[in-house]
């Protein structure tokens, strides 16, 4: 990693993680009474736990804001849940004040095409390794792991490791 890219992750102090493809394999399955359910990965779990006691902010942003991934945000009690209808054009830079970090302060972990206007907001831009080609080509950091398999604890071991270089 170059020198470029541990000053980017030693200055993050807000994590947006897009959610089916990045926290999830992307599956979308329904069980009988039709309630949309996603698989979470375990170890992102942990490392969503680590970087909130470091101090750092995270936020899911999707498309689809189901039961499920508010219950995982409960859980992990992150910061929040946010919907990506809610931010047409720059709004979502827009957002960063709110939180009060800037645009350089903030890393976005993606998958698909409808990710890459939020990338291209931010700071540090990832893609998981399963990650759409135009998201790939976009990206600062493609990780090793693909979506729903551990990309998210990848990238916070990453930062939090920048972090305790400081």
Known sequence: MNDNLKVKLKNI???FFDVDGTLTDGRIIYD???NELKS???R???RITLALKAGLSIYFITSRVSESVKRRAEDRKINGVLSKNDFPGASFADFFNTIGVTAEEVLYLGDDINDIPFMQC???KVAVADAAAEVIACADII???PGGYGAVAEIIECVLQAHKND
């Open 13 to 15: 102090k807000a994590l």
């Open 32 to 34: 009988a009474a039709g």
């Open 40 to 42: 979470f990965f375990a």
């Open 44 to 46: 992102d779990g942990s």
């Open 122 to 124: 931010v700071g540090l």
């Open 143 to 145: 990780t090793n792991a």
